[in-house]
């Protein structure tokens, strides 16, 4: 079955205590792609990757890393969390050459940095 | 002016009625038009897309956009309780999946 699979689906940390967020694609995607979700604000992009080792910021980078050594995982870092860090996380993936339909979404992870 | 508009709701309908679900946008170089259906603790999933101005139909969901009022629809006729979740709109300028901007997201209620 084609999925984007993130890990964990919840977590509770406090603030200044680095974690990571993994997120995997079993469709040999090309692009993947981090967004966080606040009410009122709809998604926004942290980060994408249009390939193994080439990623670009979005449009609210400040306080993550990402990598991708791998085609298939695409992980998010945050450092150092600060409680306006919480959010619900999603993770993306699409074919580079594919068209706005192809885009996949993970489940979701759910954040709050106390 | 945030760059993408849509009321947050929640709206709340009964069952078999028409949902009329809307959003107005600023960039004139936005072009495709996704509509996405996301259920409570899930990610969003794509439900319509379309290309420039015009309708389109599938099943009981209809697009509309409106270019010349930088203003798109999706009506939803015979509403059903499965339809109940937030239906977020996105455009892009581009066909490549990566430039999105969504809108914040309308929550649906459709009550038997």
């Known amino acids: 079955e084609a999925q984007v699979t993130q890990n964990p689906r919840y977590l509770i940390t406090v603030t200044g205590k680095k974690l990571t967020v993994t997120c995997s694609q079993n469709?040999?995607?090309?692009?993947m792609s981090w967004y966080r979700q606040d009410p009122g604000l709809g998604l926004r992009q942290i980060y994408y990757?249009?390939?193994?080792?080439?990623?670009d910021k979005g449009d609210v980078p400040e306080g993550y890393k990402v990598s991708r050594k791998e085609k298939r995982n695409f992980p998010l870092i945050l450092e150092s969390p600060s409680p306006n860090q919480t959010s619900l996380y999603f993770c993306?993936?699409?074919?580079?050459?594919?068209?706005?339909?192809?885009?996949?979404f993970g489940p979701g992870t759910r954040l709050l940095v106390l | 002016q945030k760059e993408v508009e849509q009321d947050p709701g929640p709206l709340s309908v009964p069952e078999g009625a028409i949902v009329s679900l809307n959003c107005t946008y600023s960039?004139?170089?936005?072009?495709?038009f996704m509509w996405y259906r996301q259920y409570s603790r899930k990610g969003p999933e794509l439900l319509m897309y379309?290309?420039?101005?015009g309708n389109k139909e599938d099943g009981r969901f209809t697009a509309q956009v409106d270019k010349s009022s930088k203003y798109i629809s999706l009506f939803i006729r015979d509403s059903q309780p499965s339809d109940s979740a937030t239906y977020l709109c996105?455009?892009?300028?581009?066909?490549?999946?990566?430039?999105?901007?969504f809108g914040p997201g309308t929550r649906l209620s459709v009550l038997p």
């Open positions: 469709m040999n995607h090309e692009y």
């Open positions: 960039n004139s170089a936005f072009q495709y």
């Open positions: 996105a455009m892009s300028a581009d066909n490549y999946g990566q430039n999105f901007v």
């Open positions: 993306a993936s699409s074919p580079i050459a594919g068209g706005v339909e192809t885009q996949y």
């Open positions: 990757s249009m390939n193994v080792e080439v990623t």
């Open positions: 379309t290309y420039s101005s």
